[in-house]
Nanobody, 127 residues
């Protein structure tokens, strides 16, 4: 059974940084994709970034503009999202999501492509 658990959210001032973590377990094979999504109040869930298990290739949404970095540990059990230069538009619940498909065959920013979800972690960007 696939399990995903996020951590690392909190309150940060505009211009600040946070690192989110997603502890992943239970994928039935080495072929999967893990993504980060966010949902602000009153808005739809949107894709932020994802990483491919096979080769570590990555995807970033346009609004990231080079400020975020997705990475994984050597054991491929934890995926990180380093977020720098945060602005108030970054205030949202951030979710870790997983699918048994590799990134090459999915629409990486589409929440419907992902079968497994964590509980979410709140990120608030405010002074």
């Amino acid at each position: 059974q696939v399990q995903l658990a996020e951590s690392g959210g909190g309150l940060v001032q505009p211009g600040g940084s946070l690192r989110l973590s997603c502890a992943a377990s239970g994928f039935p094979s080495d072929y999967y994709t893990i993504g980060w999504f966010r949902q602000a109040p009153g808005k739809e869930r949107e894709g932020v970034s994802c990483i491919n298990s096979l080769d570590g290739s990555t995807y970033y949404a346009d609004f990231v503009e080079g400020r975020f970095t997705i990475a994984r540990d050597d054991a491929k059990t934890t995926v990180y999202l380093q977020m720098n230069s945060l602005n108030p538009e970054g205030t949202a619940v951030y979710y870790c999501a997983g699918t048994d498909q590799v990134m090459d065959v999915i629409i990486p920013y589409d929440p419907g492509e992902y079968d497994y979800w964590g509980q979410g972690t709140q990120v608030t960007v405010s002074s």
